[in-house]
């Protein structure tokens, strides 16, 4: 794996699996197959493999939460979103929360996505849920919520000001909607790029830490 030399990484972890389920290579039999682009094997397995311990339900929720709001992703199934709902309330994933809302934002569930940028905010104050609870606010016409909840966040991420910035002036509603959907969908690419980025990073460290293990 540390070489990406994915078909031999795939068959030294399915070795490994064989007398046994083991979290520390179904682990690496997943990581295997997302490095390799098997993005639906890599899913179907992270949900099989999500209930050994803590760090394979944490990337149960990373590789299946990787295709929410991704157009050229296959669509998860019923069952999937069921049993990764339920996992990001056991694990109280800020990041799955606020990924799982901007799946039902986009799909027009606005109630639905208000919940879980809540408990996104709740688990772990963020930029995006912060963003979020702000749009739903406005779109559920939350107006009062919607005022605090601007005045709460306006100074701690400057991207709140500038979305309110790129409001103002607007005097129909449907303008200002799509001002804000716009400001959005360009806030949202930008976090996706960085969490691309940042699990890139993340894939590289362990790979050196496996070379650093082969080697010892």
């Given at each position: 794996?540390?070489?990406?030399?994915?078909?031999?990484?795939?068959?030294?972890?399915?070795?490994?699996?064989?007398?046994?389920?083991?979290?520390?290579?179904?682990?690496?039999?997943?990581?295997?197959?997302?490095?390799?682009?098997?993005?639906?094997?890599?899913?179907?397995?992270?949900?099989?493999?999500?209930?050994?311990?803590?760090?394979?339900?944490?990337?149960?929720?990373?590789?299946?939460?990787?295709?929410?709001?991704?157009?050229?992703?296959?669509?998860?199934?019923?069952?999937?979103?069921?049993?990764?709902?339920?996992?990001?309330?056991?694990?109280?994933?800020?990041?799955?929360?606020?990924?799982?809302?901007?799946?039902?934002?986009?799909?027009?569930?606005?109630?639905?996505?208000?919940?879980?940028?809540?408990?996104?905010?709740?688990?772990?104050?963020?930029e995006s849920a912060a963003i979020g609870l702000i749009v739903t606010a406005r779109r559920l016409h939350n107006n009062r919520d919607y005022a605090d909840l601007v005045a709460k966040y306006r100074d701690v991420y400057p991207k709140v000001a500038e979305l309110e910035a790129a409001m103002g002036g607007r005097s129909a509603g449907g303008a200002r909607s799509a001002e804000w959907?716009?400001?959005?969908?360009?806030?949202?690419?930008?976090?996706?790029?960085?969490?691309?980025?940042?699990?890139?990073?993340?894939?590289?460290?362990?790979?050196?830490?496996?070379?650093?293990?082969?080697?010892?």
């Amino acid at each position: 794996y540390s070489r990406k030399d994915f078909v031999q990484a795939e068959t030294w972890f399915t070795m490994a699996l064989r007398p046994g389920p083991d979290a520390k290579a179904a682990e690496g039999l997943v990581l295997t197959l997302r490095g390799a682009g098997r993005i639906a094997d890599a899913q179907k397995l992270a949900v099989q493999y999500a209930g050994l311990s803590p760090l394979n339900r944490k990337l149960m929720i990373e590789v299946l939460t990787a295709a929410l709001n991704d157009p050229a992703a296959t669509p998860l199934s019923p069952d999937d979103l069921v049993t990764l709902s339920q996992a990001i309330d056991q694990a109280k994933s800020s990041e799955g929360a606020q990924l799982f809302a901007w799946r039902s934002y986009n799909a027009n569930d606005i109630a639905g996505a208000a919940d879980w940028f809540r408990k996104s905010d709740d688990w772990q104050q963020n930029e995006s849920a912060a963003i979020g609870l702000i749009v739903t606010a406005r779109r559920l016409h939350n107006n009062r919520d919607y005022a605090d909840l601007v005045a709460k966040y306006r100074d701690v991420y400057p991207k709140v000001a500038e979305l309110e910035a790129a409001m103002g002036g607007r005097s129909a509603g449907g303008a200002r909607s799509a001002e804000w959907d716009c400001a959005l969908r360009r806030r949202r690419r930008r976090l996706g790029q960085e969490r691309r980025r940042d699990r890139q990073g993340d894939a590289g460290r362990q790979r050196q830490s496996g070379a650093r293990h082969a080697r010892r």
